[in-house]
């Protein structure tokens, strides 16, 4: 201790006022990450520009310098969603595992944050940001030899498929609780197994391939199908015999 510790202050000295730390500026990257702190946390119906402004400690007001409005922070959320996201260049000889690709990268994104796919299935990539996305998309699609019909709707199809499956996902796992999935399914079995097989042949036979495989197993073999179906109206020198458009 030094011969000063034990002096008391002089009134005629005010004590220094302690520094308030430094504010960190309010940008819409950082009301977008604390979005998805609410939406993780709270789910998609309880998100609201009320909540995001309580995570960041600020008025609501000094969002909407930042955001016009929820829908505009929504567009935001799901921009988001595709950073750092690019596409190989079209290969004719591969179109159809990198369009299998696209959508594994895509469920994978969807499922990084609670209903994600409902903020998905709200809006459409044809937004300056994403158009050159989904030109790259369209040009795999082209490399495979897909007529301009199909091209069209392909890429809607596959979001579909992408959101809906993810969306399930979801709701099947908020629903669950903390049952375990196994828990799950081998109840959902035991039920079809029981059934009266004279009644319900089909449901009893296929008890245990119904629910017994995984989400990642499902996935993949809808989306196989899908790319399959695609594939049967390639009109490319590479389609397999039989395959061409009709």
Do not use: C
Request: avoid cysteine; glycine fraction near 6%.
């Amino acid at each position: 201790m030094s011969q000063q510790d034990d002096v008391p202050t002089p009134p005629w000295e005010r004590p220094r006022k302690r520094q308030a730390p430094a504010r960190i500026p309010l940008t819409r990257e950082r009301i977008v990450d604390a979005a998805f702190v609410v939406l993780d946390r709270d789910g998609f119906d309880k998100l609201s520009m009320r909540q995001v402004a309580a995570k960041l400690g600020v008025a609501v007001s000094a969002l909407y310098v930042h955001v016009d409005d929820k829908d505009e922070l929504l567009r935001l959320m799901y921009n988001r969603m595709f950073e750092g996201v690019d596409l190989p260049d079209p290969d004719p000889e591969t179109w159809q595992e990198q369009i299998k690709d696209f959508a594994r990268s895509g469920r994978e994104r969807l499922l990084r944050h609670r209903d994600m796919a409902r903020i998905s299935m709200g809006h459409v990539p044809f937004t300056g940001e994403l158009l050159p996305h989904i030109e790259k998309l369209f040009a795999i699609l082209k490399a495979g030899g897909l007529p301009d019909k199909v091209m069209a709707i392909a890429g809607d199809l596959l979001s579909t498929y992408m959101e809906g499956f993810t969306l399930e996902e979801n709701m099947w796992r908020e629903r669950m609780g903390e049952a375990s999935w196994q828990t799950i399914s081998t109840e959902t079995e035991n039920y079809f197994a029981s059934l009266p097989p004279d009644r319900f042949p089909n449901l009893v036979a296929l008890a245990d391939l119904m629910v017994g495989e995984t989400n990642d197993y499902r996935f993949e073999l809808g989306l196989d199908i899908i790319v399959r179906g695609l594939a049967s109206y390639s009109v490319s020198p590479s389609a397999p015999d039989g395959d061409e458009a009709p």
